[in-house]
Protein backbone atom coordinates (compact mmCIF):
# COMPACT_ATOMS: atom_id res chain seq x y z
CA UNK A 1 0.00 0.00 0.00
CA UNK A 2 2.99 2.53 0.91
CA UNK A 3 4.46 1.51 -2.38
CA UNK A 4 1.16 2.59 -4.13
CA UNK A 5 0.82 5.48 -2.66
CA UNK A 6 4.09 6.63 -3.30
CA UNK A 7 4.20 5.33 -7.18
CA UNK A 8 0.49 7.88 -7.06
CA UNK A 9 2.37 10.76 -5.62
CA UNK A 10 5.06 10.38 -7.68
CA UNK A 11 3.45 10.22 -10.59
CA UNK A 12 1.15 13.25 -9.48
CA UNK A 13 4.32 14.78 -9.15
CA UNK A 14 5.34 14.52 -12.48
CA UNK A 15 2.50 14.78 -13.73
CA UNK A 16 2.69 18.40 -12.24
CA UNK A 17 5.45 18.97 -13.81
CA UNK A 18 5.07 17.84 -17.01
CA UNK A 19 1.93 20.18 -17.21
CA UNK A 20 4.35 23.56 -15.56
CA UNK A 21 6.65 22.67 -18.49
CA UNK A 22 4.16 22.28 -20.75
CA UNK A 23 2.95 25.30 -19.69
CA UNK A 24 5.82 27.25 -19.67
CA UNK A 25 6.67 25.86 -23.40
CA UNK A 26 3.73 27.02 -24.33
CA UNK A 27 4.64 30.56 -22.79
CA UNK A 28 8.01 30.76 -24.02
CA UNK A 29 6.90 29.29 -27.81
CA UNK A 30 4.37 32.49 -27.45
CA UNK A 31 6.89 35.16 -26.49
CA UNK A 32 9.41 34.04 -28.97
CA UNK A 33 6.84 34.53 -31.64
CA UNK A 34 6.06 37.88 -30.39
CA UNK A 35 9.49 38.46 -29.88
CA UNK A 36 9.86 37.62 -33.49
CA UNK A 37 7.69 39.81 -34.77
CA UNK A 38 9.07 42.75 -32.55
CA UNK A 39 12.28 42.09 -33.70
CA UNK A 40 11.61 42.47 -37.31
CA UNK A 41 9.84 45.83 -36.81
CA UNK A 42 12.89 47.16 -34.74
CA UNK A 43 15.15 45.93 -37.43
CA UNK A 44 13.36 47.98 -39.96
CA UNK A 45 13.10 50.98 -38.06
CA UNK A 46 16.57 50.73 -37.23
CA UNK A 47 17.37 50.34 -41.05
CA UNK A 48 15.59 53.17 -42.33
CA UNK A 49 16.70 55.61 -39.74
CA UNK A 50 20.58 54.48 -41.16
CA UNK A 51 19.33 54.82 -44.32
CA UNK A 52 17.88 58.60 -44.11
CA UNK A 53 21.25 59.49 -41.66
CA UNK A 54 23.85 57.91 -44.91
CA UNK A 55 24.97 55.22 -42.93
CA UNK A 56 25.46 53.36 -46.25
CA UNK A 57 28.12 50.80 -44.52
CA UNK A 58 26.59 50.52 -41.06
CA UNK A 59 23.01 49.65 -42.91
CA UNK A 60 24.95 47.24 -44.60
CA UNK A 61 26.04 45.11 -42.07
CA UNK A 62 23.03 45.42 -40.21
CA UNK A 63 20.63 43.75 -42.48
CA UNK A 64 23.07 41.08 -44.20
CA UNK A 65 22.71 39.83 -40.77
CA UNK A 66 19.15 38.87 -42.23
CA UNK A 67 19.75 37.27 -45.63
CA UNK A 68 18.05 34.58 -45.00
CA UNK A 69 14.66 35.94 -43.95
CA UNK A 70 11.37 35.55 -45.26
CA UNK A 71 10.47 38.60 -44.56
CA UNK A 72 9.72 40.65 -48.26
CA UNK A 73 10.29 44.07 -46.10
CA UNK A 74 14.03 43.46 -44.80
CA UNK A 75 15.03 41.45 -47.54
CA UNK A 76 14.40 44.56 -50.50
CA UNK A 77 16.16 46.79 -47.93
CA UNK A 78 19.03 44.54 -48.47
CA UNK A 79 18.88 44.39 -52.00
CA UNK A 80 19.03 48.53 -51.82
CA UNK A 81 21.66 48.89 -49.06
CA UNK A 82 24.09 46.00 -51.28
CA UNK A 83 23.50 48.02 -54.47
CA UNK A 84 24.12 51.58 -52.24
CA UNK A 85 27.48 49.73 -50.87
CA UNK A 86 28.53 48.82 -54.13
CA UNK A 87 28.46 52.28 -55.34
CA UNK A 88 30.41 53.56 -52.96
CA UNK A 89 34.32 54.64 -54.02
CA UNK A 90 35.85 52.88 -51.37
CA UNK A 91 34.44 49.28 -52.59
CA UNK A 92 37.01 47.31 -55.07
CA UNK A 93 35.64 46.50 -58.05
CA UNK A 94 35.90 42.94 -57.33
CA UNK A 95 33.43 43.39 -54.08
CA UNK A 96 31.45 45.70 -56.39
CA UNK A 97 29.93 43.23 -58.51
CA UNK A 98 29.59 40.28 -56.16
CA UNK A 99 27.22 42.74 -54.36
CA UNK A 100 25.76 43.66 -57.43
CA UNK A 101 24.83 39.87 -57.79
CA UNK A 102 23.74 39.45 -54.43
CA UNK A 103 21.52 43.00 -54.86
CA UNK A 104 19.34 41.06 -57.35
CA UNK A 105 19.32 38.04 -55.57
CA UNK A 106 18.19 38.99 -52.64
CA UNK A 107 15.37 41.99 -54.64
CA UNK A 108 14.38 38.47 -56.07
CA UNK A 109 13.87 36.47 -53.00
CA UNK A 110 12.14 39.77 -51.74
CA UNK A 111 9.32 39.20 -54.57
CA UNK A 112 9.32 35.17 -54.46
CA UNK A 113 8.16 36.17 -50.45
CA UNK A 114 5.27 39.06 -51.75
CA UNK A 115 4.46 39.30 -54.93
CA UNK A 116 2.74 42.24 -54.16
CA UNK A 117 4.99 44.23 -52.54
CA UNK A 118 5.53 47.01 -54.71
CA UNK A 119 9.31 48.28 -53.42
CA UNK A 120 10.33 44.64 -54.32
CA UNK A 121 8.95 45.03 -58.12
CA UNK A 122 11.38 48.36 -57.71
CA UNK A 123 14.24 47.03 -56.41
CA UNK A 124 14.00 43.91 -58.31
CA UNK A 125 14.44 45.74 -61.56
CA UNK A 126 17.06 48.19 -60.63
CA UNK A 127 19.22 45.86 -59.46
CA UNK A 128 18.53 43.68 -62.85
CA UNK A 129 19.93 46.81 -64.76
CA UNK A 130 22.82 47.05 -62.61
CA UNK A 131 23.84 43.52 -63.50
CA UNK A 132 23.58 44.29 -66.99
CA UNK A 133 26.46 46.41 -66.76
CA UNK A 134 28.55 43.10 -66.34
CA UNK A 135 26.50 40.60 -69.02
CA UNK A 136 27.25 42.93 -72.21
CA UNK A 137 24.97 45.04 -74.22
CA UNK A 138 22.82 42.12 -75.41
CA UNK A 139 21.61 41.12 -72.30
CA UNK A 140 21.00 45.06 -71.08
CA UNK A 141 18.85 45.45 -73.93
CA UNK A 142 17.27 41.97 -74.06
CA UNK A 143 16.02 43.02 -69.88
CA UNK A 144 14.59 45.92 -70.75
CA UNK A 145 11.07 44.99 -71.08
CA UNK A 146 11.21 43.07 -67.95
CA UNK A 147 12.66 46.08 -66.09
CA UNK A 148 9.72 47.91 -67.42
CA UNK A 149 7.41 45.65 -66.40
CA UNK A 150 8.89 45.65 -62.89
CA UNK A 151 8.48 49.38 -62.82
CA UNK A 152 5.03 49.46 -63.93
CA UNK A 153 3.95 46.38 -61.44
CA UNK A 154 5.79 49.37 -59.02
CA UNK A 155 3.62 51.96 -60.00
CA UNK A 156 0.12 49.36 -59.71
CA UNK A 157 0.75 48.38 -56.53
CA UNK A 158 1.77 52.07 -55.10
CA UNK A 159 0.81 54.94 -58.10
CA UNK A 160 2.37 57.66 -55.40
CA UNK A 161 5.67 56.09 -55.55
CA UNK A 162 7.78 59.32 -57.27
CA UNK A 163 10.79 57.42 -57.23
CA UNK A 164 9.49 54.04 -59.63
CA UNK A 165 7.77 57.04 -61.92
CA UNK A 166 10.95 58.80 -62.13
CA UNK A 167 12.33 54.89 -63.07
CA UNK A 168 10.27 54.68 -65.95
CA UNK A 169 11.27 58.19 -67.34
CA UNK A 170 14.90 56.91 -66.88
CA UNK A 171 14.14 54.08 -68.55
CA UNK A 172 12.48 56.21 -71.69
CA UNK A 173 15.46 58.66 -71.48
CA UNK A 174 18.06 55.58 -71.93
CA UNK A 175 16.13 54.23 -75.35
CA UNK A 176 15.93 57.86 -76.20
CA UNK A 177 19.34 58.18 -76.35
CA UNK A 178 20.17 55.19 -77.43
CA UNK A 179 23.00 54.78 -80.57
CA UNK A 180 22.20 53.11 -83.74
CA UNK A 181 24.60 49.95 -83.31
CA UNK A 182 22.33 49.43 -80.01
CA UNK A 183 18.75 49.80 -81.86
CA UNK A 184 20.33 47.39 -84.10
CA UNK A 185 20.61 45.05 -81.40
CA UNK A 186 17.17 45.88 -79.87
CA UNK A 187 15.90 45.20 -83.37
CA UNK A 188 17.10 41.49 -83.40
CA UNK A 189 16.07 40.60 -79.88
CA UNK A 190 12.34 42.22 -80.54
CA UNK A 191 9.59 41.78 -82.62
CA UNK A 192 8.78 45.02 -81.60
CA UNK A 193 11.87 46.71 -80.25
CA UNK A 194 11.22 49.01 -77.28
CA UNK A 195 11.29 52.55 -78.33
CA UNK A 196 10.86 56.30 -77.05
CA UNK A 197 11.33 59.72 -77.52
CA UNK A 198 12.58 62.42 -75.77
CA UNK A 199 9.19 64.04 -75.92
CA UNK A 200 7.59 60.86 -74.53
CA UNK A 201 10.15 60.77 -71.90
CA UNK A 202 9.48 64.78 -70.80
CA UNK A 203 5.49 63.84 -70.97
CA UNK A 204 5.99 60.86 -68.59
CA UNK A 205 8.48 62.30 -66.52
CA UNK A 206 7.83 66.01 -66.39
CA UNK A 207 3.82 66.36 -66.60
CA UNK A 208 2.79 62.71 -64.30
CA UNK A 209 5.47 63.17 -62.04
CA UNK A 210 5.76 66.74 -61.40
CA UNK A 211 2.17 68.28 -62.24
CA UNK A 212 0.95 65.58 -58.82
CA UNK A 213 4.13 65.34 -56.75
CA UNK A 214 6.39 68.36 -57.21
CA UNK A 215 4.43 70.85 -54.79
CA UNK A 216 4.77 68.43 -52.49
CA UNK A 217 7.84 67.18 -52.61
CA UNK A 218 10.31 69.54 -55.13
CA UNK A 219 13.29 68.29 -54.22
CA UNK A 220 13.16 64.01 -53.52
CA UNK A 221 15.66 62.86 -55.65
CA UNK A 222 18.96 64.09 -57.40
CA UNK A 223 19.00 62.12 -59.68
CA UNK A 224 15.67 63.22 -60.87
CA UNK A 225 16.51 66.52 -61.25
CA UNK A 226 19.64 65.99 -63.37
CA UNK A 227 17.84 64.03 -65.81
CA UNK A 228 15.28 66.88 -65.86
CA UNK A 229 17.82 69.52 -66.91
CA UNK A 230 19.18 66.73 -69.58
CA UNK A 231 15.66 66.31 -71.18
CA UNK A 232 15.12 70.04 -71.56
CA UNK A 233 18.80 70.40 -72.91
CA UNK A 234 17.10 67.69 -75.45
CA UNK A 235 14.73 69.47 -75.90
CA UNK A 236 17.15 72.81 -76.55
CA UNK A 237 15.16 74.86 -73.85
CA UNK A 238 18.39 75.67 -72.35
CA UNK A 239 16.05 78.17 -69.80
CA UNK A 240 14.59 75.29 -68.10
CA UNK A 241 17.37 72.98 -68.65
CA UNK A 242 19.19 75.69 -66.53
CA UNK A 243 16.86 75.67 -64.06
CA UNK A 244 16.82 71.95 -63.24
CA UNK A 245 20.44 71.78 -63.45
CA UNK A 246 21.42 74.37 -61.26
CA UNK A 247 18.82 72.72 -58.78
CA UNK A 248 20.77 69.04 -59.29
CA UNK A 249 23.79 71.14 -58.22
CA UNK A 250 22.83 73.05 -55.14
CA UNK A 251 20.94 69.29 -53.83
CA UNK A 252 22.94 68.66 -50.62
CA UNK A 253 24.33 65.29 -51.39
CA UNK A 254 24.15 62.40 -49.01
CA UNK A 255 24.76 58.96 -51.07
CA UNK A 256 26.99 58.91 -53.47
CA UNK A 257 24.77 58.71 -55.80
CA UNK A 258 24.44 62.34 -54.90
CA UNK A 259 27.82 63.11 -55.16
CA UNK A 260 28.10 61.82 -58.55
CA UNK A 261 25.21 63.65 -59.64
Given amino acids: ?40 GDVIEQADYLYGSG ?46 YDSLEYAKKALEKNESNFAAHKWYGICLSDVGDYEGIKTKIGNAVIIKEHFQRAI ?16 CYSFAEMPWYQRKIAATLFATPPTSTFQEYAANSHL ?18 LFLGKTYLKLNNKKMALLWLSKAKEYPAQTEEDKQV
Fill in 208 to 225: KLFSCLYAADPNFYSKNL
Fill in 55 to 100: ETEKLYRLLVQHKNSDDAELLWRLARSSRDLAQLGTTSAEEKKKLT
Fill in 1 to 40: TQVLRKSLQRGVVLSTGSFLVYEAHKLISGFAEVHASFKV
Fill in 156 to 171: ELNPKDATTIHLIGIW
